[in-house]
C-alpha cells in the first residue's frame, strides 16, 4: 500500500537557519503531494502541495518538489523564523477514482526554532 | 463560510462508554473523513466518505462506526471506548480533486 517517510525529528534549529525536512513516498501510479502544518493546539493547514511530476509547490517561503524520479517531496525554507515552530507532515493523496478524500500522511516533524 | 467544524473540543470517558463525536461542513464537499492523531504515527484514516450513503473503511476502523445520511454530516460513534482510543480525532472534507480541508480536532481521553 501508499506510505509516505519523513526525517526523524525533532529538528531545532536558530532563527534565519536554513531548513530541509526529508520526505520519500511509496505510491502506485501518479499521486498529489502535499505538506501540511500544525501550530501549537490547532489543526491541520495546508502549506503547498504539488500534482505531478517536476511541479514545485510554494507558499510563505517554503518551496517542496515533486521529483517522481527519487520518489521525494523535501520541504525546504532559506531563512526560518520563531513563528515556523510547527509540526510539519508530508502526505500523498492517491489518483483517481474514489481516493480524492484519503490521504496518507508520514509520521510528523516537530520543528523548533530558536532566536 | 464556517468551513469543517467538530464538537466537543475535548472528551473524557470511562471503559466501556459509548460516545458520538460530531461533524459537519458546510461547503457542499463530496468526501469527508475522520483521522486519528497518535505520537509519532502521524494522521491515520479511519473511515471515509464519497458521498450521503456511502461509506468505507480506512487504515484503523475498528471500534468505530459512520454513517452519512447527509452531504453535511458526517458523525462518528464509539461504541465501546477502550483506553487504546485515546487520541485526538481530526474530521477532513474535500470537494473532487480539491484541497482536504481539517477541522479544528476533538481530544479524547478514555480512563
Known amino acids: 500500500g501508499d506510505s509516505v517517510t519523513q526525517m526523524e525529528g525533532p529538528v531545532t534549529l536558530s532563527e534565519e537557519a536554513f531548513l530541509t525536512i526529508n520526505c520519500t513516498y511509496t505510491?502506485?501510479?501518479?499521486?498529489?503531494l502535499f505538506w501540511y502544518v500544525q501550530y501549537p493546539g490547532e489543526g491541520l493547514q495546508l502549506l503547498l502541495k504539488?500534482?505531478?511530476?517536476?511541479d514545485k509547490g510554494s507558499n510563505k517561503g517554503f518551496e517542496a518538489t515533486y521529483r517522481k524520479e527519487t520518489t521525494s517531496f523535501h520541504l525546504e525554507k532559506g531563512s526560518v523564523q520563531v513563528s515556523d515552530s510547527a509540526v510539519y507532515f508530508c502526505?500523498?493523496?492517491?489518483?483517481?477514482?474514489?481516493?480524492?478524500?484519503?490521504?496518507?500522511f508520514g509520521q510528523g516533524t516537530i520543528l523548533t526554532v530558536h532566536p | 463560510n464556517a468551513g469543517v467544524t467538530q464538537t466537543p473540543k475535548f472528551q473524557v470517558l470511562k471503559t466501556g462508554q459509548s460516545m458520538t463525536l460530531q461533524c459537519a461542513q458546510d461547503?457542499?464537499?463530496?468526501?469527508m473523513s475522520w483521522y486519528r492523531q497518535d505520537p509519532g504515527m502521524g494522521l491515520r484514516l479511519i473511515h471515509y466518505?464519497?458521498?450521503?450513503?456511502?461509506?468505507d473503511q480506512g487504515e484503523v476502523p475498528n471500534g468505530y462506526n459512520v454513517s452519512r445520511s447527509t452531504t453535511e454530516d458526517f458523525p462518528l460513534r464509539l461504541l465501546s471506548a477502550a483506553p487504546s482510543q485515546t487520541s485526538v480525532y481530526f474530521c477532513?472534507?474535500?470537494?473532487?480533486?480539491?484541497?482536504?480541508?481539517f477541522g479544528p480536532g476533538t481530544r479524547l481521553t478514555v480512563t
Open positions: 505510491a502506485t501510479g501518479y499521486p498529489s
Open positions: 504539488a500534482t505531478k511530476a517536476d
Open positions: 502526505a500523498l493523496r492517491p489518483h483517481g477514482g474514489t481516493s480524492y478524500g484519503k490521504l496518507t
Open positions: 466518505s464519497v458521498g450521503a450513503g456511502i461509506t
Open positions: 477532513a472534507s474535500s470537494p473532487t480533486e480539491g484541497t482536504v480541508n
Open positions: 461547503m457542499n464537499h463530496e468526501y
